[in-house]
């Protein structure tokens, strides 16, 4: 029997797009405009980076592999719009400047990425349009049952799906089916950015407890949960999976209010 071992790109997690069209597209649906300041992390092969070149963005690369960054660079090296940075996206220095994210993540990991991306809302992030394994996006894109990571970042951003991509659509092509995960900065936030950190002790701590929201939030008694549910929209004995982000956010200012 022949036995298929993964190439060192599917170890990692990489699956390069193979399409100029396809890049383009994506491009397109991601609303990139001229001047625009795009990074892209994990430029790989180039595919996407020369179609946000053709859109006319200004584009900063992060790609963690040396070999790759070396072939980007030498590939753009023609272009001042285009800066390549051999590293590490989860220790990036993001813009000091309004940006937007465009990009193939690795599918091995995308949630540390992502985690370091959107672990501020003060980071000036404008959007992000990032291709992750579709199990991946259907876990954060759903409002019930909620996750950590999306409830803290829907406080301030909307996450949405936008496409579904089959493995034939990369080289080498994936063993599941990848997703246009789309996260866009809300004109209302739901709570203050000044208040991230509280909030993400205040998530965590109720998501890790592993009671109902009756019996984990520990600023607020459990008559006071039993009379706000009604209002919110909850079961007192809910799970802190079961509320949406909306909940939370009504949630976390009672408990603010109650310091």
Known sequence: MHVRHP?????????????????????????????????????????????????????AVVERDHVLAAQLRARFRRLDTVVVTQGDA??????????????????????????QLLKSPLTPL?????IVQWEFAVKHASVCPGTLRATYWRAWYDVSIARRLAPIAFSPPPRVPAAVLCIERRGRPRVPVECHEAYWDFLSAAFASGKSIRGCLGRLSALEVKRLAPAVGFMPHARPRDLDATQWSRLFERAQVRR
């Open 90 to 115: 989860a220790e990036y220095e993001w813009p000091a400047r309004t940006f937007s994210v465009v990009a193939n993540l690795p599918f091995a990991r995308s949630g540390v990425i992502l985690s």
């Open 126 to 130: 404008r959007r992000a349009h990032v």
């Open 7 to 59: 190439s060192a790109q599917e170890a990692t997690g990489q699956h390069f797009l193979r399409s100029k069209q396809l890049a383009a597209e994506l491009v397109a649906e991601a609303g990139v405009s001229r001047g625009d300041l795009i990074v892209e992390i994990g430029g790989g092969t180039g595919v996407l980076t020369q179609a946000l070149v053709k859109a006319g963005a200004t584009i």
